[in-house]
Every structure is written in structure tokens, then in C-alpha cells.
């Protein structure tokens, strides 16, 4: 099978703490920034699979909770597992050891060989040797479940002044896809572990990345699956048509994705990342009602009932 040709892209700004300093910038920006090392005097920069793995209810009992199977941004809702944390984190262990930096859908070599400003096509092959349905943590309000955890972040570096944020943890193996969506908040993405290649699209892109009239709270999914292009040539038309950035994020780097910044991502590592989204009181009341109203509309069966990304139960009816 062909690969697809894709949208054209450029490699996002890069930068550090000090140079933002020294220039007086600092978030919210209005592009996507990736802070190079930004977060490597964090204590949580030290986490590693082993360490989460010890982590136990407060009565002894083994630590379990919900994992995603398969993709919700693309297609029918799967159900969500509810199983042992231990056993699955020890399983991403062995594979840390065997990376494969030279790879991904812009290997490191290639990328070397580009010129600064210089637009590119990704490689949409190497998504094709991708597995279905495999196995990711992703959400975990681990710092909720374990509030000790958070002396492990200087969450101060991220947002200046006063914000209300949510933390989640993403936590899964090599080749696992985050599909096609935006955020309304503002989003801090923090590499713990491993490395990830995202792909990011402004808003003003929104005409060629196929909304989706599938429900998430918060989010707007695209009907674009990354791991299928191949096999939605109407959604590939548009897609081709985007112009994107690309990022590889390593760990101790941190990630700003403005909001509704379309963004997808690709684990190339097994990986431990933190998602940090943080809300002024203005965006809390405006933006953070109106996805609260939407989702009380929702649950009276009222707004897009019947596909979202919360009732599979319902979905199969």
C-alpha cells in the first residue's frame, strides 16, 4: 500500500527557560513553543516505571484503575479496562531498553538534513506497522489519587500569575496514537519518559482536518485516524491541504499548546508524560461553562447523544 503524501510541515520553535526570560516572553503564547530541558531539575524528571509500579493504595491493596483500549478520538468507543497498574507498568520496562531514536515519522537523520524554515512531508509509512487496540493509561489523575506526588513539580515555571490547573498522566508503550483533536484550555505538555512526535495544526487550519460531530468533553475529535490514511481517501484529500508543525518531545522538555490547537502524538518510547492545563477565573467562566453546559445538554440526552467518546454502553444499543 502507498504510502500518503500528508500534509506539509515545519519543525516547531524551539527554545529554553532562560531564552524566554531573556526576551521577556512567557505563556500563554500564541504558537506552539517546546522548552528544550525545561524540566530536567524536576524531581518528577527522576519517575520511572519501576518507581510508579510501588505505588499502593493507602490500605496496601494493589493500585488498580481504567485504561483506554484502542483509540476513543477515532470510531466506535471501546470499552475501558479496569486492571492491576503493577503487572502493566513492569511489562513496559524490558522494552525501555531497546529505543529506536532513528525512526518515527521523521527519523533523526532526516530531520538533521533539514534546512532552517525548510517545509517537509512526514513519513505516513511508518504508521502502517501499527497495532490496534494496544494498551494506554491515559488520563490518570494520579496526582488526585496520590497527592504526595505533587511536591514533584514546580508547576510555577509553567504558568505565571494565578491559574486554576488539572494534571493528567499518560503513561503506555512504544506505538501508541493520541488521535486528532483540540483542547479548549490552554495545555503544558510535560515529557517525564521516552520520546514523543507530535504533530500540531492552528486553528485556522480547522477547514482541512474534518471535524468531527463525535462528543468529548471539552475537545473537538477530528474524523481523520493518522493510522489509517491509507483508507480514508476523502479525509486524506483534506488533510493534504493542512500545513502543520512538528515536534519531537524528549524527556525534560516541556510542550505549550495554545488552546484549540489541533495535535496528535506518537509514542516512540514507552513514555511517562504529564498533560497540565491551566484556566484563568475568566476562561473558567466562559470557556469552562459553556463545555459544562454542553455536557449537562449531553447527558440529557439533549446534544450528540448517542456518539461520544463516554456512553459505549449506550453507543451498542
Keep these: 500500500m502507498t504510502a500518503p503524501l500528508g500534509p506539509r510541515f515545519q519543525l516547531i520553535e524551539e527554545t529554553t527557560w532562560e531564552a524566554l526570560a531573556r526576551d521577556g516572553r512567557q505563556a500563554p503564547f500564541e504558537r506552539p513553543v517546546l522548552v528544550k530541558g525545561g524540566l530536567r531539575h524536576w524531581p518528577a524528571a527522576q519517575w520511572s516505571f519501576e518507581s510508579l509500579a ?41 522494552a525501555e531498553q531497546a529505543p529506536e531514536l532513528d525512526t518515527g515519522l521523521l527519523p533523526l ?3 538533521r538534513q533539514l534546512a532552517p524554515g525548510e517545509s517537509f512531508h512526514l513519513d505516513w509509512a511508518y504508521m502502517q506497522s501499527f497495532q490496534a487496540n494496544r494498551l494506554y493509561l491515559a488520563q490518570w ?28 498522566v499518560f503513561i503506555g508503550p512504544a506505538r501508541t496514537v493520541t488521535g486528532l483533536h483540540n483542547d479548549f484550555p490552554h495545555n503544558w505538555f510535560c515529557q517525564l519518559r521516552g520520546v514523543k512526535e507530535f504533530i500540531l495544526f492552528p486553528p485556522d487550519q480547522s477547514p482541512h482536518l474534518c471535524p468531527a460531530q463525535k462528543y468529548d468533553w471539552g475537545a473537538t475529535l477530528s474524523d481523520i485516524n493518522i493510522s489509517r490514511l491509507p483508507e480514508q481517501p476523502h479525509e486524506l484529500a483534506q488533510f493534504e491541504q493542512a500545513s502543520g ?29 504529564l498533560g497540565v492545563f491551566g484556566l484563568t477565573a475568566s476562561e473558567v467562566l466562559t470557556g469552562g461553562a459553556w463545555a459544562t453546559w454542553l455536557d449537562t445538554l449531553h447527558h440529557l440526552h439533549l446534544y450528540r447523544w448517542g456518539n461520544c467518546t463516554c456512553h459505549r454502553a449506550l453507543q451498542m444499543r
Design 54 to 94: 510501588r505505588l499502593q493504595n493507602a490500605d496496601g491493596r494493589q493500585l488498580t484503575t481504567k485504561f483506554t483500549d484502542g483509540l476513543v478520538e477515532q470510531g466506535l468507543t471501546q470499552g475501558r479496562p479496569y486492571l492491576p497498574v503493577e503487572p502493566y507498568l513492569r511489562e513496559l520496562m524490558p
Design 109 to 111: 537523520s532526516r530531520r
Design 141 to 168: 489523575d494520579i496526582l488526585k489519587q496520590f497527592p504526595q506526588l505533587r511536591r514533584d513539580f514546580d508547576l510555577g515555571d509553567l504558568w505565571p500569575g494565578r491559574r486554576w490547573t488539572w494534571e493528567f
Design 245 to 273: 508543525l512538528y515536534a519531537r518531545v524528549e524527556a525534560g522538555d516541556a510542550l505549550f499548546i495554545p488552546k484549540r490547537t489541533w495535535h496528535s502524538v506518537v509514542s516512540l518510547l514507552p513514555s511517562i508524560s
